[in-house]
């Protein structure tokens, strides 16, 4: 029977895990993160079928080895992986946000003969870890394949395993996938959280300050809700590339602020135009990559008949959700319910019904 194991069982490790596991119900899968309590909502959830404490021992029993920790880890890993006795045609891959670094590292791995595929889906969340997981999170979204010495069969292989994601292949060499994330991901959450932590210090002596953002500063900034050691270790691993698109992206504002300087109504206008041309034809958020998801939290009771009594609200008036899952609750103390939607139109909907209701919401998100 296929063994695979899964190094680092966060958002992305335990999404492939379900979509695996939709698509091979006979594939065992073996989860290891250094977060127990990550490996014990797992088991839980029979999202895995057993947990591994070291990859020295783990990985010589695997047929697949996915690296899905942070990209600092899969480089350490992958060093690792190339001292082990693993079986020979074991599949290597990973899930990592940046390709040169990566296959740099599998180097000593592929001069062993070993098969490595990087990998890299174009799709996931702000938000991180197990429970965060869905087997639908990567549908219709892109995933990079960066074969380097691999063999065909070697793609084929990976993609029949990861059939269930519903993805759009693209294969690619390190250097085009790092050059397309460095502008199209890494510049972006760059630029979102710098925008946050400047508004922070800008309106540090409102009262109501950032309280006071609309729509639009909550959409540009969601991305920075992301996981910092993640993108540290994104940043760190594809410096160079980075370094010289946040160069032109200054340039562009620095152009921007002579042509208000200027007052330059046509310039102005112009730029707002090519913008609004470009992103209009992107086509709505759901389609192509990233597939967001919309969180309500509120207070239970612990009451027989609560966690019902929400979904036969939702129900009764065709909210439909995602998932729903009870954070904590101990005995008569309350609970907090996630309760997760599509798209934010029908959680605040929820929201204003559930309150109507008398729940209390305590964050969206
Ligand atoms: N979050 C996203 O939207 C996407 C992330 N990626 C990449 O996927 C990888 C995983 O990201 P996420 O799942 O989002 O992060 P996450 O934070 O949800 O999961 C990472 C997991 O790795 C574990 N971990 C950290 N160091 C470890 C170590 N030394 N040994 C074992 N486990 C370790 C953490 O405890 C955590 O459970 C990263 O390389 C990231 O760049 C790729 C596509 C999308
Ligand atoms: O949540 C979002 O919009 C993202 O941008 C998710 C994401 C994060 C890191 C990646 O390497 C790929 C996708």
Redesign the pocket.
Request: glycine share 14%; charged share 15%.
């Given at each position: 029977m296929t063994q695979v194991l899964i190094?680092?069982?966060?958002?992305?490790?335990?999404?492939l895990a379900l979509a695996i596991r939709q698509a091979h119900p006979d594939v065992t899968i073996v989860g290891?993160?250094?977060?127990s309590a990550?490996l014990t909502y797992a088991l839980d959830h029979q999202l895995i079928d057993a947990t591994a404490t070291e990859?020295t021992t783990a990985a010589p029993q695997a047929d697949v080895i996915i690296?899905?920790?942070?990209?600092s880890?899969?480089c350490?890993?992958l060093a690792i992986l190339a001292t082990l006795p693993l079986k020979p045609q074991v599949l290597i891959t990973?899930?990592?946000?940046?390709k040169q670094t990566v296959l740099k590292a599998a180097r000593p791995l592929q001069q062993r003969g070993f098969t490595f595929v990087g990998g890299?889906?174009?799709?996931?969340?702000?938000?991180?870890?197990?429970q965060?997981g869905r087997a639908d999170l990567f549908e219709n979204a892109y995933y990079f394949l960066v074969p380097g010495l691999a063999p065909q069969s070697a793609l084929d292989n990976l993609q029949t395993l990861l059939q269930a994601t519903h993805v759009k292949w693209l294969t690619v060499t390190p250097k085009q996938h790092d050059r397309l994330v460095a502008q199209l991901s890494h510049l972006p959450h760059i630029v979102a959280a710098a925008l946050v932590n400047q508004t922070q210090a800008a309106l540090a002596d409102s009262p109501l300050g950032l309280r006071l953002a609309a729509g639009g500063f909550k959409s540009i900034t969601r991305i920075a809700s992301?996981?910092p050691?993640?993108?540290t270790?994104?940043l760190q691993n594809n410096a160079e590339l980075i370094t010289q698109q946040l160069q032109a992206y200054q340039a562009e504002l620095a152009e921007i602020q002579t042509a208000i300087a200027a007052k330059n109504t046509a310039q102005l206008t112009q730029f707002f135009a090519a913008a609004k041309t470009t992103r209009d034809h992107l086509g709505p958020e759901h389609l192509g990559s990233l597939p967001n998801f919309y969180d309500l939290f509120l207070n239970i009771p612990d009451q027989v008949g609560a966690l019902a009594d929400v979904t036969q609200r939702l129900a009764a008036a065709e909210l439909s959700l995602v998932n729903i899952h009870i954070l904590e609750i101990r005995e008569e103390v309350d609970g907090v319910l996630q309760v997760t939607f599509g798209d934010a139109a029908t959680r605040d909907q929820a929201a204003t019904l559930l309150q109507a209701a008398d729940y209390q919401i305590v964050r969206r998100d």
């Open positions: 190094k680092g069982f966060g958002l992305i490790g335990s999404s290891q993160d250094v977060q990550s990859l690296l899905a920790g942070p990209v880890v899969i350490d890993d990973d899930v990592g946000s940046t890299h889906p174009m799709a996931g969340s702000h938000k991180a870890g197990v965060a992301a996981d050691t993640m993108w270790a994104i």
